[in-house]
């Protein structure tokens, strides 16, 4: 674009200062290049706001928010439950709940019952072995159980804080 349009589209637009439009209006009237110029230029600008803009479709702008709430909506990878970890916690507590269910069924007298009363019911006594070999009795000593039950308490409780402190977290999004 050379200075004489750039002066001249100002014109048109409004945006020089009053010096300036007293300048280009005597330059328009007294110049015959500005006044050609000038009057193409007045001509495009007429034609440029007699063009109608182009809209979008009226479904646009509810397709454009649909697309923004369903982004929303998806579930962040950290809150995927992993389906197969807890197939394989159940199945694993399913085979302990099975296997000592069959235990007791397998010990059991059957025979001890046929007489009527239940008064003669008595639970079978469990013995350990006596001597045990030095790795298992450092197992099964006292202090020794103690600090894993106390071990197993402290870590459950911190899973239970922890959980409990997700859930919360949940809720409040």
């Given at each position: ?34 006044r050609r110029q000038y009057e193409e230029l007045l ?56 296997a000592g269910i069959l235990y007791a069924m397998f ?67």
């Open positions: 674009m050379n200075s004489i349009e750039e002066k001249l589209w100002n014109y048109i637009d409004g945006t020089c200062s009053p010096e300036e439009q007293q300048a280009i209006s005597n330059l328009i009237e007294t110049d015959e290049v500005y001509a495009l600008n007429l034609e440029f706001s007699s063009i109608e803009l182009d809209e979008p479709p009226m479904a646009f702008t509810y397709r454009v928010m649909e697309a923004i709430r369903t982004e929303e909506a998806q579930v962040p990878l950290k809150a995927a439950i992993n389906k197969n970890l807890i197939r394989g916690l159940f199945s694993v507590f399913a085979f302990i709940i099975t010990n059991i007298n059957w025979s001890a019952g046929s007489s009527g009363s239940a008064a003669n019911f008595s639970l079978p006594q469990v013995k350990l072995p006596v001597s045990l070999p030095p790795a298992q009795n450092v197992l099964t000593s006292t202090p020794v159980l103690k600090a894993f039950i106390f071990f197993d308490v402290v870590f459950g409780l911190f899973f239970l804080d922890s959980y409990l402190r997700k859930q919360r977290a949940a809720k409040q999004m």
